[in-house]
């Protein structure tokens, strides 16, 4: 690889597209003509408007993003809107989550503190290996939504089908499968993404709300700070306050580029491709197991381990000393995880593939 990279699997903050690294760098000091770089930069300025604008537009045509959608840019990472969505969508303070593992967990518990919480459906029990049929659940009349986390970036499953909400607004977090295929974004009330999983550099959110669920903050519980209103954010479109500007700037860099190889449906069958790639290894692998039911497996984060955990350390330690880092599977697991998202190349996953069967041909002997 040229720069001397290593194939980075990491869960994020993650590998971005090299040709976005070298747009970054070639405009570093000084970006288009202004005479400055864009962490230097006003975000009351021309420039900066222009970047948000585009980003946002590009987004919109990438997603077919419907026009009575807001989307929004907000700090805080994915973690602030597990207390965000039940602060601004409860108005019975009632809601529904289904919980598939770590990250729908961690939104479960934090929405506890603001309402009733009921548990719809869980994978607890196979220590979040599948996703549960969610095709007839017993949703709560009084819900104000159905909470999901429709790619579980720790257990490495993702939904094949929606949950049938029965009527009620979908909330789901995206975060590690943003932009990884098309999506059907009327199908939900609010998708949200942390960024630094598939599209940029940590720090900041992606909401995409429908504009009726957007709520006065007058409305809202006076507790509620000013910031986590998201009427705050779409009244100003995400320039309430300095926002994250180098993130929106390379989000954006990042969203032109996902445009100029074709958009989502062919970063799907990319993705698809390269995934199948390395399933199909574990799958006829005598020493590596995929952790995941088939059916529900991710195509961003693939966990798989070897029969004891010191083959797993000690694997994790080879793929390192060869140039593949951050394979170290999730302590909840345990295990080696390989997140392979957007921005990975094919060649990283045949690379480590190939590894993976001259360590196994190596130790099975
Ligand atoms: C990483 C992650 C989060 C948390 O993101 P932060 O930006 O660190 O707050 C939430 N949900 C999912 C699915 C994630 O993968």
Redesign the pocket.
Known sequence: MAYDRIYNFS??PSILPEKVLEGIRDNLMNYEGSGMCVMEMSHRSKVFQKIIDEAEQDLRDLMNIPDNYKVMFIQ???????AMIPMNLMKNGVADYIVTGN?SK??YAEAKKYGKINLVATSEDRNYSYIPDCSDLPISEDADYVYI?E????HGTTYQQLPNTKGKILVS????MFLSKPCNVSDYGVIY?????NIGP??M?IVIMREDLIRDTAELPTWVPTYMSYQTHAANNSLYNTPNCWSIYVCGQVFKYLKSIGGLEVMAKMNEHKAKILYDFLDQSKLFKGTVEPEFRSLMNVPFVTPTKEQDADVVAATKAAGFDNLKGHKSVGGLRASIYNAMPEEGVVALVEFLKKYEAEHMA
């Not at 805080?76 to 597990?82: I, S």
């Not at 790619?151 to 720790?154: A, L, Q």
């Not at 977090?173 to 590690?176: G, I, P, R, T, Y």
């Open positions: 869960a994020g805080g990472g994915a973690t602030l809107q597990f990250w961690k939104a986390c790619n579980e970036t720790i977090d995206q975060s590690s993404g942390g960024v630094q999983k940590a720090g959110v």
